[in-house]
């Protein structure tokens, strides 16, 4: 079973940085991509990032030009780090993988970003 544990989310002020990483238990197929969503206070989960094992990424029109994800296959882990972060990126993130259109979680890390 795949298992997905997230790290690095922190209380950070406007304008700061984080990264976040996600390190994947159990095997890794080269047709899985992984990557991040987000779920607000009262919102639905949203897609920020997600990348495939060849590196192609795609990016929540939100946090292009300020968020970057990245994966390392040989450790089965990804990375997303955050830049030029505001009040609304402030949510859960959770890590994902999606093989062949079957979704498996981590349990989620808390960002927020408050001055």
């Known amino acids: 079973q795949l298992q997905l544990v997230e790290s690095g989310g922190a209380l950070v002020q406007p304008g700061g940085s984080l990264r976040l990483s996600c390190a994947a238990s159990?095997?890794?197929?080269?047709?899985?991509?992984m990557g991040w969503y987000r779920q607000a206070p009262g919102k639905q989960r949203e897609l920020v990032a997600t990348?495939?094992?060849?590196?192609?990424?795609n990016y929540a029109d939100s946090v292009k030009g300020r968020f970057t994800l990245s994966r390392d296959n040989a450790k089965n882990t990804v990375y997303l780090q955050m830049n030029s972060l505001k009040p609304e990126d402030t949510a859960v993130y959770y890590c994902s993988v999606n093989r062949w259109l079957q979704y498996f979680w981590g349990q989620g890390t808390q960002v927020t970003v408050s001055a």
């Open positions: 159990g095997s890794i197929f080269s047709n899985d991509v």
């Open positions: 990348i495939s094992s060849g590196g192609s990424t």
